[in-house]
């Protein structure tokens, strides 16, 4: 690979995910940050992209979800749609590797397995017309924690804060604001990089 697409949704969570099983959540920022290998060790911010997304079901985002991500209801209000999102982030994709993003040019990088694993196919269930758009990019990603792990022989890392700890990388900007978290991860995996470490596919 040569590009390194670091991801992290936000996402609203209806009222009764914490009594339903089967509750439902909608993304509500589509944010990321593109590296490129300059060389073996060296990974450089390209550049940043960052939409918040309308919702279709769930149409009021609560105090709680404002409080943690700093994502208002009219921020969302004033958002684009999903599908509008999606085609958003391909075409700046496209637009930096001069072709259509696959996942034998790209590797996306995500802090878990929850957003391409859980977050992407749950949105796609609901708006089955985005499915075209859905690149083989999206379907495996390296999940920087697991990584991070073997990389540094941790029995686990719990999150972002923990890698950047360890890195002694102060936290930049707000923690679950899509955009800077996207900017933090990007940070630790540029480390990582520089310290010998190689990424695939988890």
């Given amino acids: 690979f040569k590009y390194i697409c670091v991801l992290d949704f936000e996402a609203v ?6 009594t339903n099983r089967n509750y439902d959540m909608e993304i509500i920022e589509f944010p990321s940050v593109l590296l ?3 060389s073996e060790k060296q990974l450089v911010v390209v550049d940043e992209i960052q939409n918040y997304v309308k919702t279709r079901r769930i149409p009021k985002i609560n105090e709680e979800c404002t409080k943690l991500t700093g994502i208002t209801q009219e921020m969302v209000e004033s958002g684009v749609s ?7 982030h391909n075409e700046w994709l496209m637009s930096h590797l ?3 993003p696959t996942k034998d040019n790209i590797l996306m990088a995500t802090c878990g397995d929850w957003d391409l694993k859980t977050m992407i196919p749950h949105q796609v269930f609901f708006e089955k ?8 990019h999206f379907t495996q990603w390296c999940n920087v924690k697991d990584v991070f792990a073997k990389f540094y022989n941790m029995e686990k890392v719990n999150g972002m804060l923990t890698m950047l700890n360890a890195l ?3 936290l930049l900007g707000k923690h679950h604001s899509g955009i800077d978290d996207c900017k933090n991860i990007a940070r630790v ?4 990089a520089q310290q010998g470490c ?3 596919a988890t």
């Fill in 168 to 170: 002694k990388l102060p």
């Fill in 98 to 100: 001069g072709e259509k």
């Fill in 198 to 200: 190689h990424f695939n």
């Fill in 82 to 88: 999903f599908e509008e999102a999606l085609k958003r």
């Fill in 189 to 192: 995996v540029c480390k990582m």
């Fill in 13 to 18: 969570f209806a009222d009764d995910c914490k």
């Fill in 129 to 136: 017309q985005t499915i075209s758009l859905i690149g083989s």
């Fill in 36 to 38: 490129k290998f300059e």
